[in-house]
């Protein structure tokens, strides 16, 4: 039995203590052991959790901590090239909420690094560790949906009266776009194995210089897709991949149990059928499959350089429709 990846968490966020702070807590090969926060406050629910939790008063007391092996930085988003970067170089394999830089570019020095130390750092992006989009991705390119024509993707929310909430900030990288385009981006790019050729619309509406309502059409090498990404619609999150002998549709994508029930449902010239996902919990596998690569080598399903062809999505976006 191999030891288990004992954790550090910089800061402590809302996401971390109701999410990812749980996720590692439950995991299987993981000890929660460290959070850096000078808040007590903020500390007692990650307490709650774990009673022997070390809490230092800097993320960089916790980066020296040499009983930590990887630390997850779930800070604002123009923090996390800089953090995910020392902690690198405090020699600690790193796990960072997405997205993990604010352009393409910066995400080359972390790669270097990431290399020259043998260390596992990676973006945080939960949903390829989930069997919905294993299963969305296999059903793809196995051909059963014949020739892929066009994907539709949907991913809102609204949080207009947040207005002290990181992503209506702009200093601190916010925008919808950031948040979650990089699901419907991203996941169309994992599922089918293209990168973009084109971005060939985008309509973005723009608020105190966060971008609010994105509607973004892209032309991949044979097939068309259209996004729509709001922080300023009702909740709705949809998948749909069509070709000329079936579709398949994911119904509750990135936010499943939260959302609704992970469901695939496909019509093909193969049938109908749905294939349900009642109990999975991406983030607890995330962290167990994080382990898996550190511990025995097992294969990790996004690299940075998969985060890096995301962001470049993103920066075409912004290039095409102005960043407000």
């Known amino acids: 039995m191999t030891e288990p990846i004992r954790w550090g968490i910089l800061g402590a966020s809302n996401f971390a203590s109701e999410h990812m702070g749980p996720a590692i807590h439950m995991a299987d090969n993981a000890e929660l052991a460290a959070l850096a926060t000078s808040s007590p406050a903020k500390a007692a629910p990650f307490r709650a959790m774990q009673p022997r939790l070390r809490v230092h008063d800097s993320y960089d007391a916790l980066l020296a901590d040499p009983e930590i092996d990887a630390v997850y930085v779930p800070l604002p988003n123009h923090l996390h090239v800089e953090w995910t970067r020392k902690a690198l170089e405090a020699g600690k ?9 604010m352009r393409a ?11 020259k130390t043998g260390l596992l750092a990676t973006e945080a992006y939960m949903i390829v560790h989930h069997p919905q989009w294993q299963r969305a991705r296999e059903i793809v390119q196995s051909g059963e949906l014949g020739t ?34 990089v699901y419907t981006y991203g996941s ?25 309502i994105a509607r973004v059409a892209a032309r991949f090498d044979g097939f068309t897709a259209h996004f729509v990404n709001s922080m300023r619609l009702h909740p709705f999150q949809e998948m749909l991949f069509m070709g000329d002998a079936g579709w398949l549709r994911l119904t509750a994508p990135f936010n499943p ?37 550190i511990r025995v080598g097992a294969d990790y399903p996004w690299s940075l350089e998969d985060a890096r062809g995301t962001q470049a999505m993103i920066d075409a976006v912004f290039e095409k429709g102005g960043r407000g």
């Open 93 to 101: 394999h790193v796990l960072t909420e997405k997205p993990i830089a």
């Open 105 to 115: 570019d910066e995400i080359d020095a972390l790669i270097a690094l990431r290399d």
């Open 148 to 181: 892929l024509t066009h994907v539709e993707g949907v991913f809102t929310y609204n949080n207009a009266e947040d207005t002290a909430n990181v992503r209506n900030d702009p200093a601190k990288g916010g925008g919808g776009i950031p948040d979650i385009g």
């Open 188 to 212: 169309t790019r994992w599922v089918t194995g293209q990168e973009p050729q084109e971005i060939t619309h985008a309509d973005l509406t723009f608020e105190n210089g966060v971008d609010v």
């Open 257 to 293: 149990i939260v959302f609704g029930e992970a469901k695939l449902e496909v019509r093909s010239n193969q049938g109908e059928r749905m294939e349900r996902f009642p109990s999975d919990w991406h983030y607890k596998t995330q962290v167990e499959n994080f382990g898996k690569a």
